[in-house]
């Protein structure tokens, strides 16, 4: 493999698939940051030989496509991905910059950390975590293979989206969410000495993802622009109507209870309906049920187990279900998040797998393309 870019999320990939013997390529134009990401143990500094297997952009949104031009043309890999936060503008000024787009998946790793660059880089980084693919109407399955493989060495969860919904799904529960982080903290600026000494928890939960990383953050804000934009505005229309009842409670006599409170209690309630709404999700999908057919042949079951094993699935988590005339189910529980890869895993060994999906109950027998 090649990595290029060695920040938080190069170095963690280098970190995580190094672990299982794969030799990694670290470049980067910080050189300092590519030697310091190698004396971690992400890999070696340096362009290879021969074309790799696969190459990872990791660079800002608006760099990918000259970089992913950049490397085509020099050889680099046969098949290449990103981890840009962002996946419209990448994936358009690839089409327009880069010969071959069918060896080009667009990809994005649902993980960070509030510190960057290599130093805070862990080769856990991605474990559990989902990782979304965005393959277009021209990517090879190979390519997308390719980048399933390296997705499976790092742990990861690999979930496939269409580029504008990623864009959508990320301006509100990251992108947005980032920013407000970064508003609040600006309030801070000039804040007293007394006023900092009442600072709690609320106020670290509140800032703790602001920004920090100014130039990658202005890069990945312009280029999801219209998405941050829409979350933003329904914010400001109920921060308008969240001031507007407090300033006429502010100016209200002090006697006059009259004055409604209807609008602030609703903006409170639709809060904890959202959060509730979260909480209910994470609760369903903590947990999926995986079924196998185990023909009737004398070891089948311990085959089984054995794979089963290398999924960190115990042997007394797992149950046998009814027959049929081809042999008997068995099922187990692992989190949701992992059993599309799981499911996926045990087809390709050549088992008859499936599970049902916590959310819709819809029994899922392959990760679709």
């Known amino acids: 493999m090649a990595v290029v870019g060695t920040g938080l999320v190069g170095t963690s990939i280098g970190l995580a698939v190094s672990r299982h013997g794969v030799k990694v390529h670290l470049l980067d134009k910080d050189e300092v940051a590519a030697r310091t990401a190698a004396a971690l143990g992400a890999g070696v500094v340096g362009a290879p030989d021969e074309p790799v297997d696969l190459a990872v952009i990791a660079v800002p949104p608006s760099a990918v496509g000259g970089v992913l031009a950049e490397m085509q043309a020099r050889g680099l890999a046969r098949t290449y991905t990103d981890v840009a936060s962002v996946k419209a503008q990448p994936a358009?000024?690839?089409?327009?910059?880069?010969?071959?787009?069918?060896?080009?998946?667009?990809?994005?790793?649902?993980?960070?950390?509030?510190?960057?660059?290599?130093l805070a880089a862990r080769a856990d980084l991605f474990e559990d975590r989902a990782w979304v693919l965005t393959p277009s109407e021209t990517t090879s399955q190979d390519a997308v293979n390719q980048v399933f493989a390296m997705i499976a060495l790092c742990g990861a969860v690999p979930v496939i989206m269409g580029e504008r919904a990623h864009d959508d799904a990320v301006a509100l529960t990251s992108h947005a969410p980032r920013v407000v982080a970064s508003l609040t903290a600006a309030r801070l600026q000039h804040g007293s000495q007394e006023s900092f000494r009442l600072a709690g928890q609320a106020l670290r939960d509140v800032t703790r993802m602001a920004v920090r990383d100014t130039g990658l953050w202005n890069d990945i804000l312009q280029a999801n622009a219209p998405a941050v934009a829409g979350v933003l505005r329904e914010l400001r229309d109920d921060l308008t109507t969240l001031l507007t009842t407090l300033d006429d409670l502010s100016s209200a006599p002090q006697d006059n209870g009259s004055q409604s409170l209807e609008p602030m209690v609703d903006l409170l309630n639709r809060g904890a309906a959202g959060l509730a709404a979260l909480q209910e999700w994470q609760a369903a999908d903590r947990q999926a049920h995986v079924q196998v057919l185990v023909p009737e042949r004398p070891g089948q079951l311990v085959r089984l187990l054995d794979v089963l094993n290398t999924f960190h699935v115990e042997q007394e988590d797992v149950v046998p279900r009814h027959s049929t005339e081809e042999g008997f189910s068995i099922t187990f529980a692992v989190p949701a998040m992992r059993a599309g890869q799981i499911v996926m895993e045990l087809s390709r060994a050549g088992w008859n797998a499936e599970f049902v999906d916590p959310v819709s109950g819809a029994r899922k027998a392959e990760v679709c393309f």
């Open 92 to 118: 358009r000024d690839v089409r327009k910059s880069v010969d071959a787009p069918s060896s080009y998946v667009g990809g994005h790793p649902l993980a960070d950390r509030e510190r960057c660059g290599p």
